[in-house]
């Protein structure tokens, strides 16, 4: 089985900055989603599909100097975010891709699980893990894909993040006619 994010030119952009996410009391989608493409299933064969955001170091960090450093210690929350389409044949997943669209991450310890939620403290680094299951429960296989990992942060550490996130993020159309002149480090995103 392989697994591939439809936006890997987007995220190694995003990796290359030090991929940043913001997390809010009320949940903020992930952009570039967490959708994937998948190759390699049993086309007649139902599978499931879950993914979760987990710590990548269990350290809460701070940004200074343009530099990531340890700060404290992390804490754990239960993972796992479900597809909703699941249980499908892997001839559906392999044609249609594994959607995560909807996919938030909240720093509220009190969040709704069933809503899209994954909660994560700010200043934390995160990587994304898929499980897909057969039918029955059988775990058909984990996976992390390279370069998809992100710090949780309350606003934009680094003004590169936020400029390839204008670049690309549909929802950003406001920003892009204003991107020549807009000073990143003055932006109210811009956190210190």
């Known amino acids: 089985m392989q697994m591939l994010p439809p936006d890997a030119k987007l995220w190694n952009d995003l990796s290359s900055c030090q991929a940043e996410m913001i997390t809010t009391n009320s949940g903020r989608r992930v952009f570039p989603t967490l959708s994937v493409n998948v190759k390699g299933l049993e086309p007649n064969r139902k599978y499931m599909f879950f993914m979760d955001m987990v710590l990548l170091e269990p350290h809460v960090l701070k940004h200074q100097a343009g530099t990531w450093m340890i700060s404290g210690q992390a804490e754990m929350y239960p993972p796992s975010e479900g597809n909703d389409d699941s249980p499908r044949c892997g001839s559906y997943w392999m044609e249609s891709g594994v ?7 909240t720093n509220s310890k009190d969040a709704d699980r069933h809503q899209n939620m994954q ?74």
Do not use: C
Not at 144 to 155: D, M, N, Q, R, W
């Open 99 to 105: 959607n995560f669209m909807r996919a938030k991450i």
């Open 119 to 192: 909660t994560k403290e700010e200043m934390e680094r995160n990587k994304s893990n898929y499980y897909i299951y057969r039918s029955g429960w059988e775990l058909a296989g984990s996976y992390v894909i390279p370069g998809t990992h992100f710090y949780s942060v309350t606003a934009y550490q680094n003004p590169d993040v936020i400029r390839v996130k204008i670049d690309n993020n549909p929802f950003a159309k406001g920003f892009r006619n204003r991107h020549d002149e807009f000073d990143f480090n003055e932006s109210p995103v811009h956190g210190s």
